[in-house]
């Protein structure tokens, strides 16, 4: 009989740290901390490569992460770590290494040529590596050919989920680096509004359409992807490679289907690994119009700051390691404060779409009631994940922060140098910041009016960058994707899955076939009743 792996809770540290908790932070209050300790911030502090983190004014000790630290020892994070750097299986349920960091790791190794494991790499690593970086050659001259064609004005990027998510938050985030000539349009939802509004900006002989799709089969792109070929088409595009305006000139797919490609009419294609996950995938072929927007060596240079937060994440210990350390504060807060949310408060225009690619990142990632070795996990997993970028935030949902009945932790994301905007306009902006993390920890008391109140001693962390360029938001995606590794890895989930997604997806197609059939047995009331409402719509 096979036995099962222990469940975190039934490890030695967590009773330790659920006693922690009730005998020391229950009745912490983080003004009287730094008023009794003048190291906490030092302590409880740390430069990584391209940020700075200030985890001060979280409700937590040097006690706290020392007990974190040994439930880490104890779920052997580090062991799983170390078996994803060599290439071993660990997305368990579908049999797949798991080697996003791969994709942004130099051709010698980098910072992580000396690492232990790296030099004990099969040669099916290294040809690995290789074949990454042929990839990524193939990819940046596509990109630097479609930056110098003149005649191609408008990018629209087809896709859904991570093939979506991650290219457009770093477009996005990157637009004082974006080529003026250029327009990005990113769409995703099955939604035909979405779509249209696009296509109704565009013209089809300077619009170049990049189908990012690994299977060529995904339901809403594929969708999204014919319609406009539709469009394409009956504007005056052709399907004869030799036209002009042509879909084998004006379509690019992202993919490993070639020969699908090849049948929907698109020659150039640029594919990856099953080893990608979608959500990590946005280093791959799938960064494509990332790279035509921002040009080959500022790519590199993203690419190369993520580097730098993995050879951080992997050379670490479980003392100072960034990743580690917040992937632990969110296994502190879910299971032992009892916070089921975290706020994400980016102080940057440019970041303002990273709330929702973090959504998708850990709450598709961790958000699991079930090991990866199929027990049942009976402690909390993935906080919802939510936010706005400030300042719009304070004055939309701060209010409930300061005063609401819930303890919500916040996540504070500003840049020390705003560029060309570093002014009055930047400096109010991080003041601001800085003094919503003040206001949180410090509240207001003793004024006339209860309703004037605010309780403080609520927790926040507060990341900084330098500036907001490629290597550094590189680097910040790059410890967002290692600590949401590491918080799984202590509650024993596969991060890399996604059985939930597919359910919907299953269930959709089923449905669109009970329609054409009119077989509804075994249907629930639910559901029959609104599909028929659909089809009276339609019929209508």
């Not at 109140?453 to 680097?475: K, T, V, Y």
Request: proline share 4%; charged share 20%.
């Amino acid at each position: 009989m096979k036995t099962l792996p222990v469940l975190c809770n039934t490890l030695p540290a967590w009773p330790a740290l659920e006693s922690h908790f009730h005998e020391d932070i229950q009745t912490l209050d983080l003004r009287q901390a730094f008023a009794a300790d003048a190291g906490r911030l030092d302590a409880l502090s740390q430069q990584a490569p391209h940020v700075f983190a200030d985890l001060s004014k979280n409700l937590w000790t040097e006690r706290t992460e020392e007990l974190l630290r040994e439930l880490a020892q104890q779920t052997g994070v580090l062991a799983q770590r170390d078996a994803m750097l060599a290439g071993e299986p660990v997305n368990c349920t579908e049999g797949r290494a798991v080697m996003h960091w791969l994709l942004r790791m130099p051709r010698d190794g980098g910072q992580l040529r000396h690492c232990a494991t790296v030099q004990q790499w099969q040669p099916a690593m290294h040809e690995a590596l290789g074949q990454v970086h042929e990839t990524l050659d193939a990819m940046l001259a596509l990109a630097e050919q479609v930056r110098g064609d003149e005649g191609i004005t408008d990018i629209v990027n087809i896709g859904i989920g991570g093939s979506h998510l991650g290219p457009e938050v770093v477009v996005n985030a990157l637009e004082d680096w974006v080529d003026a000539g250029k327009n990005f349009h990113f769409v995703s939802n099955v939604d035909g509004h979405e779509l249209g509004h696009v296509l109704r900006r565009v013209r089809p002989h300077s619009t170049l359409f990049l189908i990012a799709s690994k299977s060529f089969t995904t339901a809403e792109t594929m969708l999204n992807a014919h319609s406009a070929r539709r469009w394409f088409l009956e504007q005056g595009g052709s399907e004869d490679p030799q036209a002009a305006c042509s879909i084998d000139r004006h379509f690019v797919a992202l993919t490993t289907n070639v020969q699908a490609a090849a049948d929907f009419g698109i020659r150039r294609t640029l594919g990856f690994w099953d080893w990608v996950g979608g959500r990590f995938s946005l280093w791959s072929a799938i960064g494509l119009p990332v790279a035509i927007a921002i040009g080959a060596a500022q790519f590199r240079a993203l690419l190369d700051g993520a580097h730098a937060m993995d050879a951080h994440f992997f050379s670490s210990g479980v003392e100072g390691n960034l990743p580690l350390r917040l992937g632990l504060l969110d296994v502190w807060y879910r299971d032992f404060c009892g916070f089921s949310s975290r706020c994400i408060a980016p102080y940057s225009h440019g970041l303002r779409r990273l709330t929702a690619y973090l959504q998708q990142l850990e709450m598709e990632s961790n958000g699991k009631g079930v090991t990866r070795d199929g027990q049942t996990l009976p402690v909390r997993t993935a906080p919802v994940i939510w936010g706005e970028p400030g300042t719009n935030g304070q004055h939309a949902f701060f209010q409930m922060l300061h005063q609401g009945q819930d303890v919500i932790p916040v996540e504070f994301i500003a840049l020390r140098d705003g560029g060309k905007y570093l002014g009055a306009h930047h400096q109010s902006l991080v003041v601001n910041a800085i003094a919503q993390a003040q206001a949180l920890m410090e509240g207001r008391h003793g004024e006339e009016g209860a309703e004037r109140h605010c309780a403080g001693n609520r927790p926040s962390s507060f990341l900084l960058l330098q500036q907001l360029d490629p290597a550094s938001l590189g680097a910040l995606i790059a410890l967002y994707e290692h600590r949401v590794f590491s918080a799984g890895a202590v509650w024993g989930i596969n991060s890399f899955d996604q059985w939930g997604v597919e359910l919907g997806k299953h269930l959709a197609r089923q449905l669109h076939a009970r329609q054409d059939s009119g077989d509804w047995q075994g249907v629930d009331a639910s559901t029959q009743g609104l599909m028929h409402r659909l089809a009276a719509g339609s019929a209508g």
